[in-house]
């Protein structure tokens, strides 16, 4: 069965530190994906999508996403992370053709960051 | 600004109640989910409507059904609240071509008693 993985649940880091945040999918083939936050107290917003070309994506707020195929994954980064970055990630992946209805989320990465 | 509104924040009920819970967007979107967010689980899709009384079952449907009357809303329904129901719930929309649910909704902690 297609499924999306997170496997940090819960991340905890100090202003200026460097953040990568893991998500591998399962499905064969050709597959869109997404990094969607939600701040606390606010609605879920998208951070970046990839559906083609070039597999370094460069998101909203200074994040960045890679897509490695061989790998089967799609690790969220961010080079210094800064307090205003505390909020819930989720990585979603959802097949081609597939249509919006199967896009399925990961468990969600909580991250703290310190000041 | 863009919105999707849905109607409560908070909502209490009761074991047996039928519950409605109200979504509106005012971007003219054709594609309206209704999702249930649970710690450790991700979201899950209950529903979705792809136009005016159109709907698909999401993963997870049981318990639940919808009603899109009109563009803008988009109603989730619990026939008979149980307290597994129990969750946060988050509507979205997306324009047609748009496959992912671009736009959210505050949400709505519903709690079954």
């Known amino acids: 069965a297609q499924s999306v993985s997170q496997h940090n649940h819960h991340v905890i880091l100090s202003e200026a530190a460097s953040l990568e945040l893991g998500c591998n999918y399962s499905?064969?083939?050709?597959?869109?994906l997404f990094w969607y936050v939600q701040y606390p107290g606010q609605h879920l917003q998208l951070l970046l999508k990839?559906?083609?070309?070039?597999?370094l994506v460069k998101g909203i707020k200074g994040f960045e996403a890679e897509f490695i195929k061989s790998k089967f994954s799609f690790n969220l980064r961010k080079p210094s992370v800064q307090w205003s970055d505390t909020a819930e990630y989720f990585c979603?992946?959802?097949?081609?053709?597939?249509?919006?209805?199967?896009?399925?989320f990961g468990a969600g990465t909580r991250l703290a960051v310190h000041p | 600004d863009v919105k999707v509104t849905q109607s409560s924040r908070y909502l209490v009920k009761r074991t047996g109640e039928k519950v409605f819970l109200e979504c509106v967007q005012d971007?003219?979107?054709?594609?309206m989910f209704w999702y249930r967010q649970d710690p450790g689980l991700g979201l899950r899709l209950i529903y979705f409507?792809?136009?005016?009384?159109?709907?698909e079952k999401g993963d997870i449907p049981e318990g639940y059904s919808v009603s899109r009357e009109k563009k803008e809303r988009f109603s989730l329904i619990l026939e008979s609240a149980s307290t597994n129901q129990t969750s946060m719930y988050l509507c979205?929309?997306?324009?047609?071509?748009?496959?992912?649910?671009?736009?959210f909704g505050d949400g709505t902690r519903l709690s079954i008693l």
């Open positions: 979205a929309s997306s324009p047609r071509v748009q496959i992912s649910p671009g736009h």
């Open positions: 409507s792809y136009d005016v009384k159109m709907k």
């Open positions: 990839y559906f083609s070309g070039d597999p």
């Open positions: 499905y064969g083939g050709t597959v869109n």
């Open positions: 979603a992946g959802s097949l081609p053709g597939g249509g919006y209805n199967k896009l399925i």
């Open positions: 971007m003219d979107h054709e594609n």
